[in-house]
């Protein structure tokens, strides 16, 4: 850090320690707002009529009867506002009602705001559609080739593929030639969704002022904004985005979302303000879940195990809109070069519309399912050779401070202390290979983006994360950002940064609600980039402020403000308790003809990537690193199995709240085991057949394995006090390291996901017909 | 999804309530601890424009080691030592139904005469509407076995194969007195998932009678799932039974429910057992019998040939925890 950060060698006093949530307290009391609670006068009800027909041209609509309803004040359609929308700029394929045609069971076709719930029901049963029956498209590979009425009109050629990415680094086919071993799994992964406990929620209310405000549970409140300026054709000055307390997201609320902006609508038709409250199913069916995957994956070593090549596909099922698609479609393969050393590098990514749910960005996006497919492939490899599995990732660790061979630039990596950690907690030297028939260890890996190096909105001169300090007479710091806490403590997190810095109470630091009207922009909670940005940006802040008080202080003390030490809540001369200044004389001195102290920080990436297509994708100002194991028990008859432990080394540089980062790898580790064990959004072809919380099986709290917690990662040199993302990546590893660990307990490898019991019996009768026994079974 | 409006009956007495299902015949649900019928409304399964509700009718209430009030709550009975004592296939099947909340409101009555489940049956009126129906509400196919006339929707109750292990007697009121029948005969053989009681038109479950001859038994009930918590069964099977000091069966009892649209019994096959010892070979084998009898269909999370493969070694388990005497 340069001289004039004064803190860079100051030791931490609150950041590192177990710092509980600012808005824990009025959380656990029932007293924090979210959207629902909130209620404006005058309030209507939205309700969605969706699509029953997984694929259909809308002829015409009947809206009289609806309308008619006693209590019925508004039913649009997608011809009021048809402007199509999405994440991405570049693919803009949603539209907030369908218009023209339904592309899946589910696809919102209209709305109605009424008096109470039960007539905007009634309202929906009475809107007539003519319909002209499509073809469903529930298989992403037949979609590949032409179709007869693809599902969108921007699709590849007269296919379904909404986006093809073809790359290659080196020279795979030479390095296969000299492999000395390869491999080759072919993953397929079923659908998973966020499962968020809020329900998606949003109220929308026109004023006669001319203006529009939306309270919705967002993880994106800029994203929104914009959408919602897009699509209304309303100036974003005029649209005033609000994010009360958000009930987790997961990337379930990092899109803007259709029924946020039918929502909007609703409001601007009627002149009073809506509230849209979606039910479990509804939410089901918006997903935006994680793409269910087929992968095919090889790769060649030498005889030493040194990996040589990677040569990836991946078929990748979108479902009926882009979304982050395109995203997704590089992630697919560009997050596959790490944690190791990869010389040759071929991918080729098709994802391809469906007649089902749209499917977008979920924790660890893009990086869970091909992650799968290369850990259990190195399991496979590490056999073969007669190596551990240890060993054989601790030869291919990407060294500190090195580039990959698709140019991603990595800095810091505790990757081979992570691998130590988890060897040597789970006691794996006497439990590899040595437990009994149906119990065993495995080793997964992995690392994850430390915040997208691009913004979506690519404004170059823009930061991705500004934040604004606000100090008055009072001597309380209000903090402003558009940051979005959705419970993973980012709001905590930006008021200890501010509290560590200026060496003040935590109580005297008040982050204020998201409201675009007071909030810098922050791009929101996605692509774990907040801690790093957001971070960033506060510690700047901080230190703006921070150089006022001293100079306040220094004046009183009547010394230069280079002599002044800043102690807590006080300052003193450097080295000496006495003569010492109150935070609060201090500050009123700094205020002396300039009134309230204010400050902005601002944080943004440094160009990173290289210059051919699609080149930024996947390239981050820092990555996280993993290495965890599981251990299985394995009832042999049933395919029931436990997780009764699992051994999380994580590297997220300088751990800054303890308590929120055990909180983020606890969480992961159950959503990852969910991914394993049992979640999946089953169909008959394009219809969902679970779209409920009874019948899509997220694990219960008696699977939930102990979590031995390991953080072994050094200060990055660019992340806030040296932090990296702890949101996203711990998920990644708990899926190939349970995998694993299924093989080492049973000897039966495991590439369709979820891992059910009655697949687990299934591979074990195959095992069996193979006549291949395992640990003497 | 909202809960269409109702007309709520609370009568206080047997009497009353058979008569107001008398005047209200067809026309009404009995609503106990309405942890499934609620719900089911929401998605506006089968609706009736009136409840009659039984918790203020003292009789339904209240618990013995003889008799089990239909409206008892599950997690009452679960709290009571002796009766897990007396009767340990049901003290595991009451700690297996649906999670601690459901059971603080589910009743013994609702968990025996609970709803037959499909994947195609219990499902939103918008996502059944999308399909076009079916055979059990609404419809006239079926989607799991595509024919008109036979719903293969499962019996998805944890306590009858546990109450019908210990020869449990139902007592029923109705508009022409009182019956009291064996457990086995509250459930129509010869029916389907629709018609799947023998109960009559305005007949009421008034309590479950437990007789003494069974108190005591060995008995294990073993539930499969996808997860230990939340689901209904996929499978469930109970055993009870007396072995002498030997390790002669003495008598032996087994139930199967989760499987079809009725729990089963299977006294046929246990009752040549009796005067045995039971070994590995022998539970196998009649493991193997029930499994090849059960015929699951795949209408629920699990694949039907592994359910019909898991009946060989719920059983077979189920047998030998039994004689272990294994606490529940």
Redesign the interface.
């Known amino acids: 850090m340069t001289a004039s950060d004064p803190v860079a060698d100051e030791p931490l006093t609150l950041l590192g320690g177990r710092i509980p949530y600012v808005e824990g307290p009025l959380k656990v009391t029932g007293r924090a707002e979210y959207t629902d609670d909130i209620r404006r006068p005058n309030q209507l009800v939205g309700r969605l009529l ?1 699509s ?2 997984p694929h259909a041209r809308l002829v015409s609509v009947d809206l009289r009867e609806a309308r008619a309803l006693p209590g019925v004040a508004a039913v649009l359609t997608g011809e009021r506002y048809p402007t199509p929308f999405g994440v991405l700029p570049i693919t803009h394929d949603e539209t907030a009602i369908a218009v023209g045609k339904a592309r899946y ?1 589910g696809d919102i076709i209209a709305a109605v705001a009424a008096e109470d ?2 007539t905007a ?1 009634l309202a929906l049963e009475k809107i007539r559609f003519e319909v002209a029956p499509l073809p469903e498209y529930a298989d992403p590979e037949a979609g590949t080739r032409t179709v007869a009425e693809p599902i969108h009109a921007r699709g590849l050629a007269g296919t379904n593929i909404q986006k093809e990415v073809v790359q290659h680094f080196g020279d795979v086919d030479a390095a296969f030639a000299k492999a000395a071993h390869q491999v080759r799994v072919r993953g397929s992964f079923a659908g998973v969704t966020h499962a968020f406990t809020e329900p998606l929620v949003t109220i929308a209310e026109a004023t006669p002022d001319g203006r529009l405000t939306v309270w919705s549970a967002t993880q994106v409140p800029h994203y929104l904004h914009r959408a919602l300026s897009e699509v209304l054709g309303l100036p974003m000055h005029r649209i005033r985005v609000v994010k009360p307390e958000v009930g987790g997201g997961f990337g379930g609320k990092s899109d803007p979302l259709p029924h946020e902006i039918a929502c909007a609508a609703l409001s601007l038709e009627t002149g009073r303000p809506v509230k849209m409250l979606l ?1 479990r ?1 509804d939410v089901f069916y918006t997903n935006h879940g994680r793409h269910p995957t087929r992968n095919d994956v090889r790769i060649a070593v030498d005889g030493d195990g040194r990996i040589l090549a990677y040569d990836v596909e991946a078929l990748i099922d979108g479902g009926a809109w882009s979304s982050f698609g395109t995203v997704t479609t590089y992630y697919n393969g560009v997050l596959a070069m790490g944690p190791y050393r990869v010389p040759n590098f071929r991918y080729r990514g098709r994802r391809v519309y469906t007649t089902k749910p749209p499917s977008g960005a979920m924790r660890a996006h893009g990086g869970t399912n091909i992650r799968y497919s290369i850990e259990v492939a190195l399991d496979q490899l590490a056999e073969r050779l007669g190596l551990d599995p240890f060993e054989l990732r601790a030869r291919n660790a990407l060294p500190p401070n090195s580039t990959t061979v698709n140019e991603f630039r990595i800095t810091s990596t505790s990757f081979l202390k992570c691998l130590e950690a988890a060897k040597r907690a789970s006691g794996w030297s006497e439990k590899f290979r040595k437990l009994p028939f149906g119990r065993g260890v495995g080793l997964g890996c992995g690392f994850y983006i430390s915040g997208s190096n691009s913004p979506i909105h690519f404004t170059p001169k823009m930061p991705q994360s500004t934040v604004h300090l606000k100090v008055d007479m009072d001597g309380g710091i209000a903090v402003h950002s558009m940051q979005a806490d959705i419970g993973q403590g980012s709001n905590t997190l930006l008021a200890a940064i501010v509290a560590e810095v200026l060496h003040v109470d935590l109580a005297r630091v008040h982050v204020q609600r998201v409201d675009s009207d007071v909030s810098p922009i922050d791009l929101g909670s996605y692509s774990s980039r907040v801690t790093f940005m957001m971070g960033n940006a506060a510690r700047s802040a901080a230190l703006q402020l921070r150089a006022a008080l001293v100079a306040g202080a220094a004046t009183l003390l009547g010394i230069p403000p280079s002599e002044v030490e800043v102690g807590h809540e006080r300052f003193t001369p450097r080295g000496r308790a006495e003569p010492a200044v109150t935070f609060e004389q201090a500050l009123h001195q700094a205020m002396e003809k300039v009134g309230a102290l204010t400050a902005t920080g601002a944080y943004q990436t440094r160009p990173a990537g290289g210059s051919f297509k699609g080149a930024r994708a996947g390239t981050a100002p820092a990555y996280s690193f993993s290495a965890y194991v599981a251990e299985v028990d394995v009832d042999v ?3 029931d199995y436990r997780v009764p432990k699992v051994w999380a080394a994580f590297d997220c540089g300088r751990v800054l709240n303890r308590l929120a980062v055990e909180g983020q790898i606890e969480g992961s580790v159950h959503m990852g085991l969910g991914q394993v064990m ?1 979640e999946s959004m089953n169909y008959r072809a394009s ?1 969902m ?3 409920s919380l ?2 899509y ?1 997220i ?5 939930m394995p102990e979590v031995e917690i390991l953080l072994v990662g050094d200060a990055d040199p660019e992340g806030p006090f040296g932090a990296k993302e702890a949101g996203e990546g711990p998920l990644i590893a708990t899926l190939p390291a349970v995998a694993n660990a299924l093989y080492d307990a049973i000897g039966c490898r495991f590439t369709e996901l979820p891992i ?3 697949r687990v ?2 591979a074990l009768e195959e095992r069996r017909k193979e006549g291949r026994p395992w640990k003497g079974a | ?2 809960l ?1 409006p109702f007309e709520l009956h609370r009568p206080t007495s047997v009497e009353e309530t058979v008569g107001l299902a008398r005047s209200l015949a067809g026309r009404f649900d009995y609503l106990a601890g309405g942890t499934d019928l609620l719900p089911n409304y929401k998605m506006h399964l089968n609706l009736r424009p009136h409840l009659v509700a039984l918790e203020a009718v003292p009789e339904l209430t209240g618990h013995s080691l003889e008799r089990l009030g239909a409206m008892s709550r599950l997690a009452d009975l679960e709290r009571d030592p002796a009766l897990a004592a007396a009767w340990p296939a049901l003290a595991d099947a009451l700690r297996e139904v649906a999670t601690p909340l459901v059971r603080a409101s589910g009743t013994v009555g609702g968990n025996l005469l609970v709803e037959t489940r499909c ?1 195609f049956f219990n ?2 009126y ?2 059944r ?3 076009g129906f079916c055979l059990k509400a609404d419809g006239d196919r079926c989607h799991v076995v595509p024919q008109k006339t036979t719903c293969y929707a499962t019996f998805s109750g944890d306590l009858a194969p546990a109450l019908l292990v210990g020869d449990a007697e139902v007592e029923i009121a109705g508009p022409t007195g009182r019956r009291r029948i064996p457990l086995t005969g509250l459930y129509d053989a010869g029916g389907d998932g629709i018609r799947r009681l023998t109960l009559q038109p305005g007949e009421l479950l008034v309590a479950v009678h437990l007789p003494p001859r069974a108190r005591g038994r060995r008995g294990r009930y073993l539930k ?1 799932r ?7 069964p996929e499978l469930g099977v109970a055993v009870a039974g007396r072995w002498d000091g030997d390790g002669r069966v003495q008598e032996l009892r087994l139930a199967v429910g989760g499987a079809e649209p009725h729990p089963r019994t299977f006294d046929d096959l246990t009752a040549p057992l009796e005067g045995q010892r039971l070994n590995d070979a022998r539970r196998a084998a009649l493991g193997e019998e029930v499994a090849r009898r059960v015929r699951p269909v795949h209408n629920t ?3 039907p ?2 359910r019909k ?2 009946v060989a ?1 719920f059983v077979r388990r189920a047998l030998a925890q039994a004689e272990e005497g294994r606490a529940a």
């Open positions: 969706r029953p027909w069971q719930e039960r029901e039910d199913e008859e049933t395919g049992g219809r057949l679970n779209p009874l019948e099986k694990p219960a709290p008696q699977q059910t019991p009655d019996v299934r | 999804m909202h269409d994947f499902q939103s918008f996502w509407a999308s399909l499969l996808v997860r230990p918590a939340y689901d209904f999370f699990l694949v040939e592994y493969k898991m070694v």
